[in-house]
């Protein structure tokens, strides 16, 4: 038998009744899967929403029935991890039909010189506007390459580039008086500019990677074969499997015999039903 003081019998009884109070207390206000839910609720809200805070977030839960106050929802929000605000992909699919995209990449020629291959291109349909290649890439060459790729079309509101050197002041007083608003990413952040990041893979992976280029003619005329195909024959998950021109769909009730029609020098093939 254990030997206590009073004063210590007297002390847990007072946590006791505390304790027992604020369970019932608990229990009977809020049940805790409703607890669960609600707090479950308030990290959604804060999440999905931009620019959302305690007070934004209580008016929605009064609507919903829930009876808290502005300090039960930043206690949640403090005690569970939050999404960042929205970035750069929320950017894209917001301004996605407005906006084009630059960027370059190397390609080694048969006498290891390095040539610099530049593509542009507007994001919504993932079409390829312009590409050209050079040795020596200045701001003066991509700020012409820009002013030539956007004289026969709309210009986009945004353009968005890396922070290679080359563009310099010079690019960015060109777009300025194109009416084209940069968007530079990041450093060592080449998923800011997934979609041309994306192109250029794919260019490398089904044209350039099969081939030796001999010099910069040799690699504008394989480039510009390429982007003819890929702009209105090749077909896109993203886009539905459709190409970035449209392409129609052909019917297959009238039997016409199918014709495989050689593509950028027979590394692919257009199929067609042949014309009666």
């Known amino acids: 038998m254990q030997l206590v003081k009073p004063r210590t019998v ?116 993932r079409e390829i506007l312009r590409v050209n290649a050079t040795e020596h890439p200045t701001a003066e060459w991509l700020s012409n390459e820009v002013t030539e ?45 997934i979609y041309v990041e994306r192109v250029i893979w794919t260019i490398r992976r089904e044209c350039l990677n099969h081939m030796i280029i001999v010099g910069e003619r040799h690699l504008r005329r394989i480039l510009r074969s390429y982007v003819d195909y890929y702009n209105h024959n090749r077909t896109h998950y993203s886009l539905n499997q459709d190409s970035p021109v449209p392409r129609p769909v052909q019917s297959i009730s009238d039997g016409r015999k199918i014709d495989a029609i050689p593509q950028v020098g027979g590394l692919h093939h257009l199929y067609k039903r042949r014309v009666a």
């Open 149 to 193: 790729t956007f004289k026969r079309i709309a210009k986009p509101k945004y353009l968005i580039r890396d922070r290679d050197s080359a563009y310099g002041l010079k690019f960015s007083k060109r777009m300025k008086e194109l009416g084209i608003r940069e968007h530079v990413i990041d450093k060592q952040s080449p998923w800011q500019n």
């Open 10 to 125: 007297v002390e847990w009884h007072r946590r006791g009744y505390l304790y027992y109070w604020r369970r019932r207390s608990s229990n009977e206000h809020v049940p805790w899967k409703v607890k669960g839910q609600l707090r479950r609720l308030i990290i959604q809200m804060y999440n999905e929403n931009a620019g959302w805070g305690a007070g934004r977030i209580q008016g929605e839960l009064l609507k919903l029935g829930y009876n808290v106050t502005r300090q039960t929802v930043w206690k949640y929000l403090a005690m569970y991890p939050v999404a960042p605000p929205p970035g750069w992909r929320t950017f894209l699919r917001n301004h996605m039909h407005d906006a084009a995209a630059i960027d370059m990449f190397v390609v080694v020629s048969m006498s290891f010189r390095l040539l610099f291959a530049m593509v542009i291109i507007r994001l919504d349909r």
